[in-house]
């Protein structure tokens, strides 16, 4: 911890003591920079690795961000300006994020977008029943029609599990 100090002291940084302790990564798991990391075993070989996803925080503050910009007081705001808001978030915050054993929570975030985005439509063209809100504004179409950015869900690599 001194070293850290000392280090963090030569670049003129100091370390929070509140927010800062020392973990065993191995025995508990610990958030870092938006991640929850926490050391798991594989379902086919039993090996421990990393576990590294978004951790439930930063989960919570995207979908929060996503819903504010769909809220129905911004119906009278241009439709291009909201999914150009939201795509540049969900842009920034899946290229951040996604890594490692994220696409679970990339998954949720796209379905929350899609909601999002198709109950602000609803509201903006006075579609009141669910039903014919999906059958008017089906997902495929909220991505080719309305140009919504598509968070990525599946990893660039075949695995990653690293032995620990």
Not at 101 to 122: F, I, P, Q, T, Y
């Amino acid at each position: 911890m001194n070293t850290v100090r000392q280090v963090l002291e030569r670049l003129d940084l100091t370390l929070n003591e509140t927010k800062t302790r020392i973990v065993d990564a191995r025995q508990e798991s610990f958030n870092f920079l938006g991640f929850a990391i926490r050391v798991s075993k594989g379902l086919k070989t039993g090996k421990r690795y990393p576990h590294v996803c978004p951790s439930p925080k930063s989960r919570a503050r995207i979908k929060e961000r996503i819903t504010q910009m769909t809220g129905r007081e911004r119906t009278p705001i241009p439709l291009e300006d909201i999914v150009g808001s939201m795509n540049a978030t969900l842009r920034g915050w899946a290229n951040y994020f996604h890594y490692r054993n994220s696409n679970g929570v990339l998954e949720k975030v796209k379905v929350h977008a899609e909601e999002r985005l198709r109950k602000h439509l609803m509201k903006r063209y006075k579609v009141k029943d669910r039903g014919i809100g999906l059958g008017r504004f089906p997902s495929q179409q909220l991505y080719t029609r309305y140009g919504l950015y598509k968070v990525p869900t599946t990893a660039g690599w075949k695995t990653a599990h690293v032995s620990v």
